[in-house]
């Protein structure tokens, strides 16, 4: 069964400031994508990842992906509070179309 | 162009009522997925349709649960005889084509509540 666990779970975050949300699988995977959810609203997707060493950037958030490492990356710069939401990675098995999402990252960026 | 929508937005029932959820996919998509969430969960995968079919209804919690698909389009979701533990939001989405890229488009969701 594949897994996917995200961390933190938690990010309480000054605006301005540099982090990076991880989420690590456990399976062969040749998808990643990473969502953003704002409180009461979809999901929205972020980034589709395909490759190994695949990094893709939209403002000041960049993904990337590690296949060997069965490790995506989500990294904040400067962040700024319209960043708050959380943010899902899901995983999808090689040649499956079910994803397995993590429970999530909670961000919230302070002024 | 329209995106995934959801009817309805919110559903509060009474344990052991049943409901019906609906999802309207994007138009020309051919795959089409329910999910669960629950309170500050990540998604539960329920089911997936490819064209009318269900070939994969792995997710389905129990018995209770069934869905359908017509004409290649809406979709529904049917809760028997609820229980407080399905409280959740149910989520569908939809994509052109499972496989490949396969990006998900997602509905806002219907808010489950039973009392």
């Known amino acids: 069964e594949l897994k996917v666990e995200q961390n933190p779970l938690f990010l309480s975050m000054q605006e301005g400031k540099n982090y990076t949300i991880y989420c690590n699988y456990s399976t062969t995977s040749d998808r990643l994508y990473w969502y953003r959810q704002d409180p009461g609203k979809s999901l929205e997707s972020l980034f589709v990842?395909?490759?190994?060493?695949a990094v893709k950037q939209e403002g000041r958030l960049m993904a990337s992906l590690d296949t060997k490492a069965r490790l995506s990356t989500l990294h904040i710069t400067a962040a700024v509070h319209d960043l708050s939401a959380t943010y899902f990675c899901?995983?999808?098995?090689?040649?499956?179309?079910?994803?397995?999402f993590g429970k999530g990252t909670l961000l919230t960026v302070n002024p | 162009g329209a995106g995934v929508s959801q009817s309805p937005s919110n559903k509060v029932t009474e344990k052991g009522k049943d409901v019906e959820l609906r999802c309207d996919p994007i138009s020309g998509h051919t795959a089409l997925y329910w999910y669960r969430q629950r309170l500050g969960q990540g998604l539960e995968f329920l089911i997936y349709f490819q064209g009318n079919s269900a070939p994969d209804k792995s997710g389905l919690p129990s018995d209770r649960f069934s869905a359908e698909r017509t004409g290649e389009s809406v979709s529904t979701l049917t809760i028997q005889r609820t229980q407080q533990e399905d409280s959740a939001v149910y989520l569908c989405?939809?994509?052109?084509?499972?496989?490949?890229?396969?990006?998900?488009?997602f509905g806002p969701g219907t808010r489950l509540t039973v009392t």
């Open positions: 899901a995983v999808a098995p090689r040649g499956n179309y079910k994803l397995t």
């Open positions: 989405a939809s994509s052109e084509l499972a496989g490949g890229i396969n990006e998900q488009y």
């Open positions: 990842l395909l490759s190994n060493g």
